[in-house]
């Protein structure tokens, strides 16, 4: 069974101090790891999508990183609207649909 | 594009009462996938649709649960009765086809409250 644990379950920042968000798999045969932002009141935005171990992908100041374990989402110099829950999710070489891990909360503090 | 639409947006509702959930998919996306997201257990898929045909309905909890998708533009959840351990957060989205690349599009969910 595909498992996805995130780490820590909540984290709190000052503003500029960067940090990373851990998530770690357990899936037969990754297609794809994707994580996703979530604000309160909303649903779940799509960010980054990585393939195969070595991948990195950036946005502003986030950037994921792929090993053949894990996933790390490290956010650069964070500011007050970073603020919100990263969701990690995995997809098999099964192609079935995505499962979640239950997140990491984020908070910036200004 | 309006993204994908859930109504409604908050439910209150009693033990025992019928509770029925609305989603209309993006446009052009064959996939629809219904979740429900608790503290406790995060996101959980309950059901999916492909081309408007259920594939996969083994993480709807029990029978009192029933979802289906008439056309490619609407589909529902509903629950009879509802029960207070019914209580979370319901979430639709769709996807342009299931392959490795295609990403989740999320609606912002109905919070679903039985008292």
């Known amino acids: 069974e595909d498992q996805v644990t995130q780490s820590p379950e909540a984290l709190r920042l000052q503003e500029g101090e960067s940090s990373s968000l851990n998530c770690s798999y357990t899936v037969s045969g990754l297609r794809g790891l994707f994580w996703y932002r979530q604000d309160p009141g909303k649903g779940p935005e799509f960010l980054f999508t990585?393939?195969?171990a070595g991948e990195e992908k950036e946005k502003e100041r986030l950037k994921a990183t792929l090993t053949k374990k894990e996933s790390f989402l490290h956010i650069t110099a964070p500011k007050p609207e970073d603020s919100a829950t990263y969701l990690c999710a995995v997809r098999n070489s099964g192609n079935t649909p995505l499962v979640f891990g239950k997140g990491t909360r984020l908070s910036v503090i200004a | 594009d309006a993204g994908v639409i859930q109504s409604p947006r908050h439910e209150v509702t009693e033990m025992g009462q019928e509770v029925t959930l609305r989603c209309k998919p993006i446009s052009g996306h064959d996939y629809l996938f219904w979740y429900r997201q608790t503290m406790m257990r995060g996101l959980e898929l309950l059901i999916y649709?492909?081309?408007?045909?259920?594939?996969?309905d083994s993480g709807m909890p029990e029978d009192r649960f029933s979802a289906k998708m008439p056309n490619a533009s609407f589909s529902t959840l509903k629950i009879q009765p509802s029960e207070p351990r019914d209580s979370a957060v319901y979430f639709c989205?769709?996807?342009?086809?299931?392959?490795?690349?295609?990403?989740?599009?999320f609606g912002n969910g109905t919070r679903l409250t039985v008292t």
């Open positions: 989205a769709s996807s342009f086809s299931q392959r490795y690349n295609s990403p989740l599009h």
């Open positions: 649709f492909n081309n408007n045909v259920p594939i996969d």
């Open positions: 990585l393939y195969s």
